[in-house]
């Protein structure tokens, strides 16, 4: 199992949006994160303009599990959805969710 940690800025003027829709996310993305081998994904808020999330990888091909993940119509619905309410810190141009590195777990 590895651990992951991201961060994004969430647009002011759409956090009210991405907070509804994450009240209620769809059924067949949540079963499509699962399948992808996604444990434990929990999104926080900070301070009304940073998402920071947490998730447990327990499968054996990461890379080939987000293609997976990618190609699937319901999740690119939903990315349709939440992109559009997302901003990218900007720190690596092939990061939309920007990785960050573990330095300390209990």
């Given amino acids: 199992m590895k651990r992951y940690g991201q961060v994004i800025h969430v647009k002011p003027e759409k956090l009210q949006y991405y ?4 009240q209620n996310p769809w059924p067949e993305v949540i079963q499509k994160i699962k399948e992808c081998h996604i444990r434990n994904y929990t999104i926080f808020l900070l301070q009304e303009h940073t998402l920071f999330a947490y998730f447990e990888y327990i499968g054996e ?3 080939e599990d987000m ?3 990618a ?3 319901m999740t690119q619905k939903w990315w349709k959805e ?5 901003e990218s810190l900007g720190i690596d141009s092939s990061e939309w969710w920007h990785n960050m590195k573990e330095v300390f777990h209990c």
């Fill in 67 to 69: 293609q997976k993940m």
């Fill in 82 to 86: 939440t992109d559009p309410c997302q």
């Fill in 19 to 22: 907070l509804e829709l994450h």
């Fill in 61 to 63: 091909n990461f890379k």
């Fill in 71 to 73: 190609a699937d119509p």
